[in-house]
């Protein structure tokens, strides 16, 4: 081996340390000046056939220079941004993030530890925020949590932790096909498909999902919902789960978390939540009565990166029973050669409570974002964001060519474009050309959704950078797109 | 609630942004400052606890100033890092990252897309990386993969694609309970302990993972393999997947894999590779015939934070069949919303290939890093470090009290020192201290683990800033500690 003639002092470092310097600071500057100036940016635009064919190219074998590759990324893709960060982006469920943010996420990269095991600084900040985590939910000390990507994870985390431990099996060693019966969970029709996708990755399927009728509020209906676990208990399957909603991704329902609270307990179900974005209303004053039932819950799923503003990716799960979470995940502790002294000391390893081995420090971000802010500011600007969508709904309501289809409940906006005479087809086509018009234009990015077989605007508003203005020129725009589609030859009558 | 006094224009942007600015200028001088002298700094230094006990305060109400949460962060976290960075860090397989990738990662967060859904350019990027990626493992263009956080996600994500694919039944829809006999898995006893986590997570149960024997040389036996599964078939288990290692965490190990294959052929098993670190070797001529047989694996996992020096976190994982990937995480194709036009536009949803629906844009890493140093490049610096490897192999051959305990055939070495009379627990005891002693003296960090019952001093090379005079110095060290604890009052004779 050793004959090859390949140079042991080989690095990726650069050689020139101050052009690496100088391309920080160009960044910087470039990025500030975006950010500063977004307002002015279109929200969205279309990628020219010829910059989609330039992520064709095949692996580079040789270098560039860096100043080449920043070049590249400046045309071909700084440009053609999603737009979430954006204030007038109110597509889907996604967050803007923060200037610090960016910051915090470089640092996190410089240190680049892997934020498993070991004992350095990262450790404990991943735990000082999971404690963060807690103490924003009202969960108690002895509970204990996980840092992940996304609330799927979090999902998936928690639902792993709640088939584990509800029954006297070892479901860890035996899997699930030792369970007498099948194993069922529970949750409203509304609930995002992420739950569906645990209970397959689980091995329990998509069968094992009970999914429940709602009211008209979108709400799970209690009534139905007791129907179906005697029915299932009857049929020799076996209840193990209810999944609540803490905001639902299409209306932000809420689902009544204290009588789930109070079902779960008469059949000693796992009481858990998914709080993607709607948990952190329970900031919001006029929301902590109606969500403090997440404390009953025997766990919690919430991103970071949605309503708390931060980078993606970042969201915690929190389980209330640190044994269960822990002996759903740790893998044989004698295994783990831990010291007292040294890099092998430290707190306990976070793979001990969930899939991942290898964790970037996004801690960090939460860490430098809280700190920066302090909780109140970020309940405020939650607080706005769901008055800017009571905001919205009363502009609509006055304008008389939208429809609301749902009434404002928390953040989220659906109505739509109406013309006298229309049929359902033709006012579906219609809101749909309105949505790509108002993104082509670069003007808003709403998403859109079905409710009761109706094609409805949605408008999500978990944007901290949204102002009142922007939902007033949202409404101009919709309804001068509208009228001009109208008076096309497309839609005339 | 319009009444209730908040400001609906209240954001998170900073007022000054100034002074944001700066601070990103300052953050940018701080890292390279950092990165360019990282030599001279301490490979680990312990916490203080004043600065552990800072790590227990709430969650901050009011706000800081940036420049004081920037001062918190130098004095508490910058400076108690694992280590992983620094030229002498050997211990588990933890790569070093580059100074383009810290930049890459800022550009990221500053564009902050969440990368699932949508038309937008970092879509692209994730998609063209992901080609990438099958270029570097020579996979059909058909191939289908994911970027994800670490190996054991990947792992997890290619098992579940395994399971749900061995059989005609529908596993996604009923769950593994409905599978007459159950699904066993097979790996070699030296095979990480994501693959029995994943059976775990995945319904099968630890017990559905069958851990063969492996050769001397600590590698799968193929013997005991197909005799354990003859007998699994003929007391009535359904075998459905060989895992396969292109290099073991204990030795860097890599099992043979063309043997593997066939018999994976001829039992009609699923067969996937543990590539986590070691898969990267491909790239190295002395290395590319014996890993040519990922190419007739089903699926191959690998991680491009490790052996491809990329800031945390990024792994890959590839499957061949783009059938049994895709249908065994599609949600119900009809539901998404996709336009031809619009945001809505885009390629395929990425979540129709994993778990996640929250993904940062984690791929514009890697297409700078390829870009600014090209795959030659990465391929001369893993070879250096193999080279490497074998260089120490042979230094520790030379001393006298040092004792090789596994040849090295990768870039791992395994061995301990040694002295006449001591017995093996003592010689434990003894090399404890020596790696605790490099590490609290800031020397160098490599990590232990047991081999034949014998507890040896592991160094991994998987670090693109280690020169040889960090080989020579960590072997004049653990001989200058080794000789001074003999000499001391613990291991006096």
């Known amino acids: ?116 095991i070991g004992e350095h600084a990262p450790m404990y900040v991943d735990q000082q925020v999971v404690n963060w985590c807690k103490q924003i939910m009202n969960y108690p ?150 969500l403090k039932a997440i404390e009953k819950a025997d766990s919690v799923a919430f991103d970071l990166h949605k309503w708390m503003y931060m980078p993606y990716e970042i969201a915690c799960v929190l389980i209330k029973d640190n044994h269960a979470h822990r002996s759903s995940f740790a893998v044989t502790p004698e295994y783990l050669l831990q010291q007292e002294r040294g890099l092998a000391g430290g707190p306990d390893p976070v793979n001990n409570y969930g899939m991942e081995l290898s964790r970037s420090f996004k801690a960090l971000k939460v860490w430098m974002s809280l700190k920066e802010h302090g909780l109140e500011k970020y309940a405020e600007v939650i607080n706005k964001n769901i008055l800017q969508a009571f905001y919205l709904e009363k502009l609509v309501q006055q304008a008389d060519n939208l429809e609301l289809l749902c009434p404002v409940n928390l953040n989220i906006v659906c109505f739509r474009y109406v013309h006298q005479g229309l049929s359902v087809n033709d006012l579906e086509e219609l809101n749909k050309e309105i949505i790509i018009q108002l993104q082509e234009q670069g003007i808003a990015s709403p998403s859109s959704t079905i409710l009761n077989g109706i094609y409805a605007i949605r408008v999500c508003i978990v944007n901290q950078r949204t102002l009142q203005a922007d939902l007033d020129l949202l409404i101009e725009e919709i309804i001068r797109i509208g009228d001009q589609l109208i008076v096309s030859l497309n839609f005339a009558l």
């Open 1 to 116: 081996m050793m004959e090859e003639s390949v140079n042991l002092n080989s690095t990726l470092d650069p050689k020139d340390w101050s052009s690496m310097r100088s391309m920080g600071h160009e960044m910087i500057d470039d990025i500030m000046d975006y950010l500063e100036g977004i307002r002015t940016k279109p929200v969205w635009q279309e990628i020219p056939a010829a910059v989609k064919d330039s992520f064709q190219s095949p692996v580079p074998q040789k270098p560039s220079t860096i100043e080449e590759v920043y070049h590249e990324f400046k045309t071909n893709i700084f440009p053609y941004t999603k737009g979430n960060i954006h204030p007038r982006f109110f597509a889907w469920v996604q967050g803007t993030g923060t200037p610090f943010g960016v910051l915090a996420e470089m640092l996190s990269a410089a240190m680049n530890p892997n934020v498993t």
């Open 141 to 290: 000390e002895s509970a204990t949590g996980i840092l992940l990507s996304g609330a799927s994870m979090a999902n998936i985390t928690a639902l792993n932790v709640a088939r584990n431990s509800q029954l006297k099996l070892n479901i860890r060693k035996t899997g699930v096909k030792a369970v007498p019966g099948q194993l069922v969970l529970y949750c409203s029709a509304e609930t995002h498909s992420c739950i569906q996708k645990a209970a397959e990755v689980l091995g329990l399927g998509t069968d094992a999902v009970r999914k429940i009728k709602t009211n008209s509020d979108y709400q799970i209906n209690i009534n139905e919902l007791v129907k179906a676990i005697e029915a299932d208990l009857a049929e020799g399957f076996y209840p193990f789960c209810v999944v609540g909603n803490a905001g639902t991704v299409n209306t932000g329902a809420i689902d009544p978390l204290d009588e789930l609270a109070a079902v779960c307990l008469k059949y000693n179900l796992w009481f858990h939540i998914d709080g993607a974005f709607g948990a952190l209303a329970k900031l919001v004053p006029a929301y902590s009565a109606r």
